[in-house]
């Protein structure tokens, strides 16, 4: 079974920039969630969603993110503009309902750096 | 303050020793996880516990509800067990992560 896919692993771009990060879940899995990892800390939730519906987004700064997850399988988190402060790894993860217990699978992730 | 924290950081063994990484949190949760980060980024799902303890190959993990702590403990341990190893308590529908700790195994 294959597990969640990202894409890119890597991106490099200058500031004011635009850039997105594609995300194809575990098929099957309703629940995604895009984190966002600073070196040398853990993961923190950017966004959860409960197949199409953005469940909770209280932590994405909607000023420059957004994200979409269209008919409920791959998403899509875009920033625009980068800031040097974005420079962070962005990962996805899925698991077949959002509840406490379920086991999260995550992706490999994507390498933002910001210039 | 983090309402995960996790001890030590960074810890360096030599291979066979036996490890322990401890985690404290302070809200109510439904289920605490470990998980192991590799080089690379790849977070792998270690244990789910909600009380008592858990057993997999050379890996325990143990949680005290009442105290409100957890430890993961390695036995023999090995260089392949080097990896960044994080603490996660899930509850309403929300988890929220340890800062990890650094494991280095030194052959």
């Known amino acids: 079974e294959a597990g969640v896919v990202q894409s890119p692993r890597y991106k490099i771009i200058e500031k004011k920039q635009p850039v997105a990060f594609w995300c194809n879940p575990i098929s099957g899995h309703n629940t995604l969630y895009w984190y966002l990892q600073n070196l040398g800390q853990g993961p923190e939730l950017l966004i959860r969603y409960e197949n199409e519906e953005a469940v909770d987004d209280s932590q994405l700064p909607k000023d420059r993110f957004s994200a979409e997850r269209l008919k409920g399988v791959d998403s899509t988190l875009k920033i625009q503009p980068a800031e040097l402060g974005d420079s962070a790894v962005y990962l996805c993860?899925?698991?077949?309902?959002?509840?406490?217990?379920?086991?999260?699978?995550f992706g490999p992730g994507t390498r933002l750096t910001v210039l | 303050k983090n309402e995960v924290e996790q001890s030590p950081q960074n810890l360096t063994a030599q291979e066979g020793e036996f490890i322990t990484i401890n985690c404290s949190y302070s809200?109510?949760?439904?289920?605490l996880h470990w998980l192991q980060q590799h080089p690379g980024g790849g977070i792998v799902s270690l244990f789910m516990?909600?009380?008592g303890k858990k057993k997999h190959g050379r890996l325990i993990a143990t949680i005290n509800i009442q105290e409100k702590h957890s430890s993961l403990h390695i036995t023999a341990s090995h260089p392949r067990d080097s990896a960044v190893y994080i603490c996660?308590?899930?509850?309403?529908?929300?988890?929220?992560f340890g800062a990890g700790t650094r494991l280095t195994v030194k052959p």
């Open positions: 993860a899925s698991s077949l309902g959002g509840g406490d217990t379920d086991t999260q699978y």
């Open positions: 809200v109510g949760i439904s289920a």
């Open positions: 516990l909600s009380s």
């Open positions: 996660a308590v899930s509850a309403n529908n929300d988890m929220r």
